[in-house]
């Protein structure tokens, strides 16, 4: 069923296209181009300044070698600190210029120019390759297709898959970003319950199978939103059995599924504790490319036989969110819609970022990518377990089954406070927080446990995780609030239970440390003082 | 009336923001700015990578000085060959690193993150200084904001300020990709009669003061798009009376001015004959920076009193069109609301971009932006001038007074055939096409006479046109057909007059006097072998 086909199976996926997209002509000028770059013609047509005009003769940059962030992940809290004096700080220089000798090479002329909103073509041969290489999708006639990164991918799936009124199928707790693109066009977020590994394709089923129109004042929706690798918030991530569930079940109701997969390469792997740690983990650089790439949980894209997804890839998590460059993955039909859109909003995506990614990864080569890559991912793994290291130091955890929601068939992690005084001894058995370690992805999710605090009556949840958020920020921790990652209006009315999101991605370690300190000692005094 | 105030007239302008503007939510992470930045907290709140992890340690170019290019405009049809000798291709160095020393630097540790919609702050500052001692805005509290090219600005423009099923008003011709913007979300281009200054205010009072909601089938429009310098298709450019006179039916008839002027930079001032030219004309060097700036037609937002007009401002005439940045300067209101598109759409502008620019900028200080501009604006000048000289030496050319359409007001160049073996004697007395020389922009806008052509009462103007438009093409040279700048689809479907627009902008001087010799060639044989 899952095997790769040269076409993807020949359903009508036309009756997807919004109004908007439907409406959108094909640009003027596509018009002259069956005759723009013949040989020997002279191009008068276009409003093209000369690159003489353009004062950059060239630009360049220094950049880190592949292979300069270690591979292993490190044991204790403190290998970190080591770290800081073995990596290698090799730099690369790399430079674009405006008329290079080669004219194959990337330059400046073109980079810098008025050009197609599909960008410059060295960049699509990149895109081509690591999308083929890695997400491996289930037919051979996929398109790619640049974006301006993530939100800008999301806006014009968006826009061009789904009509005003209509409704979008997404987590409960989902990216506030997403939804604040969407809903002010007048969609409206579907939300389905999640488990530990993020939507649940029980619900899901649920959901699609006994939809109402008349009650739900809308038709059967036809698109769904999903981050199925390190989920925002929860750090959930899907393995490949809940992606078929899904994938058959869109089959079945006829939904386009956009894969926004931003934490794809930051596939951590399972927390463990630092004395159950092998002494410095199995370093990354010994296992094989595709050995590698075998490990990471597959893109929806893999299991595509019909073409009814649309994924995100973004450059922002793995080079840098400046980089405002990203890329569809999707059938052809769409694509040309896609890039028909670009051409009247964004065009293609700035000249500068275009040439000095591709640059940086024509230097790298996909060798070079896949090393990157590996480090990137050993150094997230370092600070995911550095941080629940440093909860671990502060709380007195208990290891329990849940079948509370987005935790259900994980391991929870149920924290207490430590006795003062008697550390290492009792804890006081009221929990106040719980989370599940994630395998994926820059969060920690924690559910607030208000279930003792005196005042939890009178406030109710919502307020006191406000108020407990207000005491942390004032405390010097800023973290996320849970409520705004609530998908359903009517819980968030009704009380948002409570939770936050913190993140682990960029903050220096000795204040990873810090902010456990601070979350311990306001946390405990919100108890203590209520 | 049209003197500077503090803030703009205090008319509500909030019933010009689109139900998706209304209906945008402050992005979910403006609530926590409460306290972002606060000296001494620890923000562990958004999903941000380290900048450890950007590959990029420092970027960098070579850019032309200011003043590389001449400021005067030179006399033959052959000083361009001795300036490509003469010109100076001084380059300078500049680099952003990612932790600069001066911590006020900019650095790519903040232009690669992810940051405010509104871009880096040293970038919002070159911007703000360049709109106040330019532009010059009739109010002070005006406010700039960065968006990515001014097709994205239209389009976040349009989406802003207009429903479905809304008129916008617009030149009878003009930029198709404007129109390919806005006709798929269901807004309707309402097209105004054009002079040879471009939109006609006597006809845009026509329209408005008889509007008739029942025949129209819309409400009368709220918003106009308008190209006021080296206007696009037709080069025509307004003087400042003509702005203040199209203000003030936008004041009574409560309609938005959205401002689109890409080609503000190149005017290149009235065309005259090489032997009425001075022998350098004067070089423009010797004009202080106030009298440049005091030359060029004012920008509508000189005379906006009431904050109604959103200027867009783009660096791709200036600097690259892949540069894919720019700016609108507009009342904080629309501001605000534009911000919030940006937050759910493209983000901050490439920061690999913004950086570059920014350092180019602050490098050449305001001093050498105005340096650079005058030498672009000479350079234009020059192109502008050698290309009509290539008419003039091609064709028999009269010049008349003329009312029609968008070269009424204008002294328009009459271009028939020189009769071959008498060369400089009599002409062929039927005019093949007419113009009026741009005095700004990138254009030249040809009407063509198809009065004698045997074919004309069988084939139409339109299909003559675009017969006409193939055999340059074929005979090797590509130039912009007049039908699809066309905002008048009933004028089209009643057969289009034929018009073609040719741009002088980019190609080699040598292939401008080609294209000539092909133009001239092909239009002969067009009309002897119909």
Redesign the interface.
Known sequence: MFQEQSKPDAIDLSHHLS???????V??LK??Q???GKP????????????E????????????APD??SHATSKGPLSWFWDLFSSKAT?IPISVPKYPENPEDVN?AT?????LARGIPQLQEVIKELTTKIFQPGYADFATLLH??N??GW?KAVTTLCNPGEGVLCDEWTY??AL??M????MRAVPVKMDGQGMSSGSLREVLSQWNEESRRMSRPRVMYVVPVGQ?PTGATMDAERKKEIYTICVEFDVIIVEDDPYYFLQEGPYQFPSQRSVRGSPESEISDEKYIASLSPSFLRFDYQGRVVRLDTF??I???????GWFTCNPLFAERLERQG????????????S??TQ?LMNWQFKGCIQ?LKG?RA?YTQRRNFFIDCLVEKFHLEIAPSTYNFFDGSAVYLASQIRRGYRNEKADTRVLFSFVPPTSG??VWLRLHFEGHPKLQELGQETLEMKLWIAL?EG?????PGS?FSADRTVSEGGCPGHF???????AFE??K??VD?FERVLREFHENA
């Open positions: 109004v908007v997209a439907r409406n959108r002509t640009s003027p018009n002259l069956k005759y723009f020997g013609i002279l191009s008068l047509a276009g409003g093209l300044p000369s690159p005009y353009f004062p950059f003769e060239n630009i360049g940059a220094n950049v880190l300069s962030f730099t400046l980079a810098l120019q008025y050009g301006a990164g939100t800008d806006m506030p970003s604040a693109t809903l002010p066009y007048g925002n922002s998590k080079i840098a969110p400046g980089s405002r460059l051409e009247t909003s964004t065009q293609a995506p700035c000249g500068f970022g275009q000095l990614i940086l990157w990137l150094q820059m969060f920020a010097g921790l800023l973290i996320g705004m999101r913190i993140s682990f991605s960029n903050a204040d990873l810090k902010a601070i």
